[in-house]
Structure formats: C-alpha cells, structure tokens
C-alpha cells in the first residue's frame, strides 16, 4: 500500500484520541486501548497491519495462548519463567491490550499480547523509563500509532523528572537501535521458545542488552550534573 503521509490520519476516530489523551497519565492502559478504538479504522493501521501480516504470515494459522502457572515452573533465566514472573510481580494480565475485537484476529491478538514479552527480551523494566525504551523499540519496528501516541508523551514526563534525563534519553536511544538492527520481531514465535534461556532467544533476535554497570554510570552522571535542575 503506497500512501502519503498526510494520508495516515483518514478516518482516525479525533475524538477518541482525545479521550487517551486525557486517560494516559492517571491510567496508561485504559489510555492505549482509546488509542486502539481511535485507530481502528484509520487507513494508518490499515497500512500497519498489511505489513506486519506479510512479516509474520508463516503464523496466521497460530493461536497464542499464555498460561501464567505453567510458565512459572520455567527456570527464572527462561523467556517463559523471566516473562511469567514479571507479570505476576507487576500484577498484570496478559490479555489486557487484547479486546473482543481482536479474538478473532490472529494477528491483533498476537500483537496485543507481545508488549510485555517485549519488555523481557528487550531488559526493558515496567517504569516509566523502561516504558519509553520498549515504545521506541516497537515504533521502528511497526512504525503504528499507538507508540507514537506513547512517545508524545516524552517531553512532559522528561520536564517532570529531568533529573532522569539522561536515563530516558537512553532508555530510547538503546531501543530504537535495537529495533533498527533486528529483523521484524513480529514474525518470532515467542509462544514456542517459552522454554529457551533469554541470553539465547537475545542471541537468536540478535539483541544485546547493555550490562547494569552500563546503567549505574547513567545513574551516576544524572545523580552528579542534573541535581540543580531538580523541580
């Protein structure tokens, strides 16, 4: 689908994405599901979805299913054990980017249940930060609308913490390359390497993953040249 940039926003629901807008900060998933009601017919997810169907059409015929218990008896260092207890730490449901009217749609299910496993593969955490990291990383990969919408938020969440400047900053640089490096995720079928160690599926993706001393001289340098700037 050849289409101008201009075009992407024909038939966006406006009034919705106002109504994300003003759901996200007190309520980030009930904001991204507006998003989603916003976008449904728009000819920008139209020209999302016909390209993220032809990277992953070796799996239309799959349907995911994530049963949390059963993953918890993976070793923690597994995709499956690491994504399972971070979803129960964080009390999250698999499902909730998945509405009823993606249940039968293979690939708005897959993708509605793919945030999270993303978060795990790429060492992303569930702050705000790590939340900038993962939406950078997707955004190059599927270039959609709703991790514009969530990168949108950038600017106001970087004046309230501009301390952590340097850490979000990072945090989007390191996921827009990773995304850029690898081939298309989408087409990677994390329901059948559940059982595989992270270090493995990261070197199958051909993701690296920047070591913690790495992040603690990020720390460092906000906690040293950024304090005179607290709000």
Same mark, same amino acid.
């Given at each position: 689908? &050849?289409?101008?940039?201009?075009?992407?926003?024909?038939?966006?629901?406006?009034?919705?994405?106002?109504?994300?807008? /003003?759901?996200?900060? *007190?309520?980030?998933?009930?904001?991204?599901?507006?998003?989603?009601?916003?976008? /449904?017919?728009?000819?920008? /997810?139209?020209?999302?979805?016909? /390209?993220?169907?032809?990277?992953?059409?070796?799996?239309?015929?799959?349907?995911?299913?994530?049963?949390?218990?059963?993953?918890?008896?993976?070793?923690?260092?597994?995709?499956?054990?690491?994504?399972?207890?971070?979803?129960?730490?964080?009390?999250?449901?698999?499902?909730?980017?998945?509405?009823?009217?993606? &249940?039968?749609?293979?690939?708005?299910?897959?993708?509605?249940?793919?945030?999270?496993?993303?978060?795990?593969?790429?060492?992303?955490?569930?702050?705000?930060?790590?939340?900038?990291?993962?939406?950078?990383?997707?955004?190059?990969?599927?270039?959609?609308?709703?991790?514009?919408?969530?990168?949108?938020?950038?600017?106001?969440?970087?004046?309230?913490?501009?301390?952590?400047?340097?850490?979000?900053?990072?945090?989007?640089?390191?996921?827009?390359?990773?995304?850029?490096?690898?081939?298309?995720?989408?087409?990677? *079928?994390?329901?059948?390497?559940?059982?595989?160690?992270?270090?493995?599926?990261?070197?199958?993706?051909?993701?690296?993953?920047?070591?913690?001393?790495?992040?603690?001289?990020?720390?460092?340098?906000?906690?040293?040249?950024?304090?005179?700037?607290?709000?």
């Amino acid at each position: 689908m &050849n289409i101008a940039i201009r075009e992407l926003g024909t038939s966006i629901n406006w009034s919705k994405l106002w109504q994300a807008y /003003r759901a996200f900060k *007190a309520n980030p998933a009930e904001g991204v599901l507006l998003v989603f009601e916003a976008e /449904r017919h728009s000819l920008w /997810r139209s020209w999302v979805i016909q /390209r993220l169907k032809r990277q992953a059409s070796h799996l239309q015929v799959k349907r995911v299913k994530i049963d949390l218990a059963e993953l918890m008896k993976l070793p923690s260092d597994t995709l499956g054990g690491a994504y399972a207890g971070h979803m129960i730490a964080q009390g999250f449901n698999p499902e909730t980017f998945v509405t009823k009217n993606d &249940n039968d749609d293979w690939l708005a299910q897959r993708l509605g249940l793919s945030h999270d496993v993303y978060h795990i593969i790429t060492g992303f955490d569930a702050t705000p930060i790590g939340e900038f990291g993962v939406a950078a990383f997707v955004l190059v990969q599927w270039w959609d609308m709703v991790n514009v919408f969530v990168m949108s938020w950038f600017p106001l969440y970087l004046l309230s913490e501009i301390t952590k400047a340097p850490m979000y900053v990072a945090a989007i640089a390191r996921g827009m390359m990773m995304g850029l490096k690898i081939k298309p995720i989408v087409g990677y *079928a994390f329901e059948d390497n559940w059982h595989k160690p992270l270090i493995v599926v990261r070197k199958e993706l051909g993701i690296i993953v920047q070591d913690s001393r790495l992040l603690e001289e990020v720390k460092n340098l906000n906690n040293a040249n950024l304090s005179r700037f607290k709000l």
